[in-house]
């Protein structure tokens, strides 16, 4: 049953596989990029064992696509990031990132390129369908810029890559790491990619077709049975030990890509004029303020994410802000991702968390927290 205070409205969109997560457990939903994502399955805990054990499905239509096609689709998009696009070839997905004029950060797509001028940004929660539109009225350029009929599942999980033969054949094991192909199940139309937001093996299905969507669903699941595949939502726990971004929490349109470490997406050598370039680079001549770093908070295990930003104090001055912590029962301890002043900024830095009015001891560590070099999605 779903839970009785959410209020559904047409204001807000469902995805193609609102039914099936209804009758698979969904029983908590919230809003990202303007639809209801599934967020309750039960126990976040056991959401994550199944995610790094087994396999979880997981609703993610939310990931909006902007399509971008046109003669001029490729000179636009290396217009809208700051990410060297040259070498992206067709059939390969790119993490980007696209920011306004002052350098911060507007969102963290991953980049499809499906033709020499065909492109797809698969978003984190920010409206950049608008903005591209915007920035398109007089760059110029000759592009048409729309939201597709495209839906994203994920299946991620250690026993994803036997479902996944399963349901397409031996044929899908040559599919590498940031790449996709375009395939059809049982007459669905799909676009599937080795990518996926959780820092374990699996893949992405694009759905581009969204009447079928509950039927693709089902059929995944069906398929899953023998390998332990449960419904799921994405894990907190595991993005953050795999350091992954949320945007809104640990990088927002104040943030620059400096800050949080993120210097290869950034190109200032070219001769590409893309958005915040000027801005870019006075930044990095300047120097950062404040940098974005790991912590271990020592205090009893977390009870579930952080819902608001804690202070991050150093000698009784408040120097930034824990953005997403959460405890891992794997690495038995509670881990956060925080930016502090550059100062305090380095390994081994002691500071204190404010958590409900209370100061917490916490030190700077390395992060990600676990599986650093991505060894294990990229495997």
């Not at 046109?70 to 067709?90: E, H, M, N």
């Not at 495209?150 to 054949?169: D, N, W």
Request: aromatic share 10%; charged share 25%; net charge positive.
């Amino acid at each position: 049953m779903i839970n009785k205070n959410f209020g559904f409205g047409t204001q807000i969109r469902k995805s193609p596989y609102f039914e099936s997560t209804v009758k698979w457990g969904a029983t908590g939903f919230s809003v990202y990029n303007h639809m209801y994502i599934p967020r309750d399955f039960g126990s976040p805990e056991k959401n994550f064992w199944n995610l790094i054990e087994k396999a979880i499905l997981c609703d993610v239509a939310v990931e909006r696509q902007v399509e971008i096609k046109g003669p001029d689709a490729y000179k636009f998009i290396q217009l809208l990031t700051p990410r060297d696009l040259s070498k992206l070839s067709v059939g390969q997905c790119k993490y980007v990132l696209i920011v306004n004029n002052k350098g911060g950060i507007i969102n963290d797509p991953v980049l499809l390129r499906l033709a020499k001028n065909h492109f797809w940004l698969s978003l984190a929660d920010s409206d950049v369908l608008l903005w591209a539109q915007g920035v398109a009225v007089n760059s110029g350029l000759n592009v048409n810029i729309t939201e597709p009929d495209v839906s994203p599942l994920q299946l991620q999980g250690p026993t994803s890559a036997k479902i996944m033969i399963k349901l397409f054949g031996e044929d899908i094991k040559d599919l590498k790491y940031y790449w996709f192909k375009e395939y059809k199940l049982d007459e669905i139309p799909l676009i599937v990619s080795r990518t996926g937001w959780s820092s374990e093996f699996g893949y992405e299905l694009f759905l581009r077709d969204g009447s079928k969507g509950n039927e693709l669903y089902e059929k995944i699941m069906e398929a899953g049975k023998e390998y332990g595949l449960q419904p799921g939502h994405t894990s907190s726990i595991r993005r953050i030990e795999g350091g992954m971004l949320s945007y809104h929490a640990d990088a927002d349109i104040n943030t620059n890509p400096f800050e949080l470490g993120l210097d290869r997406l950034v190109n200032l050598e070219n001769e590409v004029n893309f958005i915040g370039k000027k801005a870019l680079k006075k930044i990095k001549q300047n120097g950062i303020k404040r940098k974005q770093v790991g912590l271990e908070i020592n205090c009893e295990p977390l009870k579930g994410p952080n819902t608001t930003f804690w202070a991050v104090y150093k000698d009784s001055k408040k120097i930034g802000k824990v953005t997403s912590a959460v405890y891992s029962p794997r690495l038995k301890k509670n881990i956060a991702l925080a930016v502090v002043e550059i100062s305090n900024s380095e390994i081994g830095n002691n500071l204190e968390v404010i958590i409900n009015g209370d100061k917490v001891n916490s030190k700077v560590i390395e992060k990600p927290f676990y599986d650093p070099k991505k060894i294990i999605a990229s495997s």
